[in-house]
């Protein structure tokens, strides 16, 4: 079965680093787009970051020179690295992709999310 399992996060003080991973699984023949999400509490859930089978990517506003997202397709894996991590980065961090099956289904997948914590 098709899957998105992410790895990473956890608890860093203010000005640490983390990198997520986020890798497919399955009988998948290609990935198109992927993406980060983030969701505060009492927030509702925040585009991060996407990047396209090719490399192009964007970035939110407020994560543009910290964050960097990047993707390796050989290993069907997509990256967010954090850097300068602020308290007001505290959330569950999703992992998004567009799979495409073997007979050329595309269907929208999600991770099972990861807990980032900012301390002060």
């Known amino acids: 079965q098709v899957q998105l399992v992410q790895s990473g996060g956890g608890l860093v003080p203010a000005g640490g680093s983390l990198r997520l991973s986020c890798t497919a699984s399955?009988?998948?023949?290609?990935?198109?787009?992927m993406a980060w999400y983030r969701q505060a509490p009492g927030k509702q859930r925040e585009l991060v970051a996407t990047?396209?089978?090719?490399?192009?990517?964007n970035l939110a506003d407020s994560m543009k020179g910290r964050f960097l997202i990047s993707r390796d397709n050989t290993k069907n894996t997509v990256y967010l690295q954090m850097n300068s991590l602020k308290p007001e980065d505290t959330a569950v961090y999703l992992c998004s992709a567009v799979l495409v099956g073997p007979r050329g289904s595309k269907l929208l997948y999600w991770g099972q999310g990861t807990q980032v914590t900012v301390s002060s």
């Open positions: 399955g009988n998948i023949v290609s990935i198109n787009d």
């Open positions: 990047i396209s089978r090719s490399g192009s990517t």
